[in-house]
């Protein structure tokens, strides 16, 4: 689609007049109908409020000319997978699980290649095909070849640790120790919360990244853990494989 018919599509389906599109990013309802004709197209800093106001990428608004990939991961990018910037605008180099409102979540290669491997898998993948084809596309990456420039200086790495240690000091009855804490957005939250049966529970905000992970006991058994967190609370879900409903307890961290 060209840019014109990408912004009628928009305009349109959010039941928007020309004016009220015109009002909302601050241009005159002729300068909406000219880009509807595609007399012109809407200059840098239009684009970015179009943007945000649609919640679709700039390359979108533009015709897609180009196949984005995650600059961390390397995962072919669609708008519904962008990450966001902390002014809730898309960034349109990550992805939603390497760059959280304004946070890169990966520091370290390896963890992220282990996160990818499994998904990896179920498209035919072997582990070991996984593993060798990640470690020689990473480091191509921006993300990666600029790690120095972007990362934080293991900010966010000390702040996962510090949340781990809070979650391991609840000792919740049977479950075993956290280790490891992942980015989760979408129905990716919705994994902690999966029952044998398919049925999942709607509890958490889709479009919010969350540090999370999903536990097998320890000693076997039935019992499962799922754990989600941000700075603000820490989510235990416990479910079973008999489809009974999942126990939440919510600790309150503030």
Known sequence: ???????????????????????????????????????????????KLLSKLFNVSINTLLGSPQKLVCQCCGMPLEDSILGHNKDGSLNEEYCQWCYA????????????????????EAQGFTAEQARAYMKEMLPKLDYWKRYEELGDGGQFEAFKKKLIEEINDLHVEGMPRLEKLNALVGSYVNLAYRLPSGASVKF????????????????????????????DFILICTYGEDGADPELVLYKKR
């Open 1 to 47: 689609m060209s840019t014109k018919d990408v912004i009628y599509e928009l305009r349109t389906k959010n039941g928007l007049s020309q004016d009220d599109l015109a009002e909302k990013v601050f241009v005159t309802r002729q300068a909406v109908s000219r880009w509807e004709t595609g007399e012109t197209v809407p200059n840098t800093e239009t684009l």
């Open 101 to 120: 409102d304004g946070t890169y979540t990966y520091s370290d290669m390896d963890d992220l290649i282990e996160v990818c491997v499994p998904h990896m």
């Open 204 to 231: 958490l905000d889709d479009h919010t990244t969350y540090l999370g992970n999903q536990l097998e006991p320890e000693f076997g058994g039935e019992r499962c853990f799922g754990v989600l967190a941000n700075m």
